[in-house]
């Protein structure tokens, strides 16, 4: 009788609680991009020839921020730090992501999740060249010294 009670009174007040229990957590936190619910982003190939850095941003919504970038020829990206949590992926190539005092490994294995406001710099293998994705989670300013 205890038990048919217990879980009488467990139904109702997960009911008076509009279905809470019931649904999933990413329903209650997942943030919307603002722009199309699904689409189909051009990432860099292999690189050719131009500039020792290049940068471009693939997507900028509220939510998240990707940007591609390309380090040519050994080209080091400088110490810098975001504001938001950061995942760096390299789709090509590899090399060391220096995040304050720690070196760790980066290639199409391996990425590198950051906390908001660690300064880093990203050192390609030595003469290589080294294709980053950069995931952002939010829309935050970099700071580059």
């Known amino acids: 009788m205890m038990h048919l009670i217990l879980t009488t009174t467990f139904a109702v007040a997960a009911l008076s609680l509009g279905g809470c229990a019931t649904q999933s957590a990413a329903q ?6 603002g722009g ?3 689409r189909v982003v051009e990432l860099p ?3 050719g020839a131009g500039e020792p850095r290049e940068v471009r941003v693939v997507v900028d919504e509220p939510a998240l921020k990707l ?3 390309v380090l040519r020829g050994g080209t080091v990206l400088p110490t810098h730090h975001s504001v938001v949590p950061v995942t760096i992926m390299a789709l090509r190539g590899s090399g060391i992501v220096v995040a ?3 070196r760790l490994r980066l290639d199409p294995t391996h990425a590198v999740v950051l906390a908001p406001h660690v ?8 003469g290589t060249d080294l294709v980053l ?3 952002h989670l ?8």
Do not use: C, K
């Not at 209650?28 to 991009?33: E, F, Q, V, Y």
């Not at 939010?138 to 010294?145: A, D, K, M």
């Open 28 to 33: 209650h936190h997942a943030a919307t991009l």
């Open 36 to 38: 199309p619910v699904s």
């Open 45 to 47: 190939g292999t690189p």
């Open 67 to 69: 940007a591609s970038i």
């Open 100 to 102: 304050r005092t720690e």
């Open 119 to 126: 300064p880093h710099s990203v050192e390609p293998d030595a």
């Open 133 to 135: 994705l950069v995931h």
């Open 138 to 145: 939010g829309r935050g300013e970099e700071h580059h010294p």
